[in-house]
């Protein structure tokens, strides 16, 4: 069973598209957080959500976190070709020390 | 001011043979993680050291995978015997502490393949 459900697992959009991807379990996080990975490379964090309700933007990218704690969204408005790659959520678990347990990611394709 | 390197970048072995994968963690970080990403997958914990406490092994699929970290630094993920399903990119992180939501800096990782 997955910690972090991630959906959708695949998303293909056109430019110029907005889009959506959801993390959500049944588990409390600490903290959660969204990182972007490319081919060939190691993910890199976009950002760190830690309490209930927060929202962060980040140019073009928003990121909420579930009131509960439970679960993350992460909406892409006016996506770009450059916006192409992996998503993943990670979180630690109130129940896990400091363990991070990643979704297992969005793949995200952009068309021009 | 580098970033987490890794080596090798690629490893091709045969079925029952050893493998050293090494980390070189970013300088003063005191926490390093290990992780195993199939194609296209999220990453699956492995083990992460911080400072001079035990390792969190609790990740390690079985016991031909082992790690270690020497000095506070370098760390070396061996896996022994290895099997076609150890086939995987093996990243690793470091961070400054394993403070929860501490940003974890990431390797390029290694792709493993076992024939």
């Known amino acids: 069973t997955q910690l972090l459900e991630q959906s959708p697992q695949f998303l293909s959009i056109q430019e110029g598209e907005n889009l959506t991807v959801y993390c959500n379990s049944s588990?409390?996080?600490?903290?959660l957080q969204w990182y972007r990975q490319e081919p060939g490379e190691g993910p890199v964090l976009l950002v760190t959500?830690?309490?209930?309700?927060e929202v962060k933007k980040l140019k073009r990218l928003t990121f909420q976190f579930g009131d509960a704690r439970k679960d993350s969204s992460l909406h892409i408005t006016a996506a770009q070709p450059g916006d192409t790659g992996l998503y993943l959520c990670?979180?630690?678990?109130?129940?896990?020390?400091?363990?991070?347990?990643f979704g297992e990611g969005t793949q995200l394709t952009v068309n021009p | 001011g580098a970033g987490v390197s890794q080596s090798p970048s690629n490893k091709v072995t045969e079925k029952g043979k050893d493998v050293e994968l090494r980390c070189d963690p970013i300088?003063?970080?005191?926490?390093l993680y290990w992780y195993r990403q199939s194609l296209g997958q999220g990453l699956e914990f492995l083990i992460y050291?911080?400072?001079?406490?035990?390792?969190?092994k609790s990740g390690l699929p079985s016991d031909r995978f082992s790690a270690e970290r020497t000095g506070g630094s370098v760390s070396t993920l061996t896996i022994q015997r290895t099997q076609q399903e150890d086939s995987a990119v093996y990243l690793c992180?470091?961070?400054?502490?394993?403070?929860?939501?501490?940003?974890?800096?990431f390797g390029p990782g290694t792709r493993l393949t076992v024939l």
């Open positions: 992180a470091s961070s400054w502490d394993a403070t929860t939501g501490n940003e974890q800096f």
């Open positions: 300088s003063g970080h005191t926490a």
């Open positions: 959500v830690v309490t209930g309700g």
């Open positions: 990670a979180g630690v678990a109130e129940t896990s020390g400091s363990r991070l347990t």
């Open positions: 588990s409390v996080f600490s903290s």
């Open positions: 050291f911080q400072g001079n406490s035990a390792p969190d």
